[in-house]
């Protein structure tokens, strides 16, 4: 899963970023509204944790902006301690949910996850695929009741496919969820996925050429 941070404090982006990507999550960072804003119009991402106190563009501006063009990304916006005008402001404005500064960094993942499973973005943080089991919650993989150990890269390329089951995803795509911003070098989606294949099984994951990969759910 890819989520933009659009916050103009570093440290607290910083650390939002670190803990995005402790729990699997591809992190990048926007400083300002605008760049926030052309960010989120223009590339892929699954949620946005949005500052309303930003400079160049607010963040309700932001917000406005995003759902005027139709966007449907889910929208978790931070706000300062007793702004409770701006917060409700932003939910007006089409932000879904909100969280006020200063924050425990467990309740920003926790409320992150309740808002993709509530509008039907990963919908479960348990997938199963005939013996394979997924927690995304715990990080876990179980393969025939047997605990898996993966890298991070390959956790959340396992993780992309499994919610995107049954959907053939190209490697444009993997690479922006998996690796977010780092250019990977050539063929390192075919060198992760072997790695991967070699982990769960060399049929788990189906290469469709020139198209992409695609997990398929198992037969009922």
Sequence with gaps: MRVLIIED??????????????AGYVADIARDGEEGWFRASTEDYDALVLDLGLPKLDGLSVVRQLREEASIVPILVLT????WLQRVEGIDAG????????????ELLARLAALLRRVGRHVTPLIE??????DTRRL??????????????????????AHNRDRVVSQSELVEHVYGLDE?????????LT????????DSIQ???GHGYIMESAAE
């Design 80 to 83: 300062a301690r007793g702004a």
């Design 140 to 161: 876990r993989v179980m393969l025939d009741g047997r605990s898996i150990d993966l890298s991070p890269l390959e956790f959340r390329l396992l993780r992309y496919l």
């Design 129 to 134: 695929i005939g013996s394979l089991r997924i």
């Design 207 to 209: 290469t469709r050429r």
């Design 9 to 22: 404090e570093p440290a607290i982006a910083s650390d939002i970023q670190r803990a995005l990507a402790d």
């Design 184 to 192: 990977p070098e050539t063929n390192a989606v075919e060198a992760l």
């Design 195 to 202: 790695r991967l294949r070699r982990k769960i099984g060399p």
């Design 95 to 106: 932000a879904d949910d909100y969280l006020t500064k200063p924050f425990e960094m467990e």
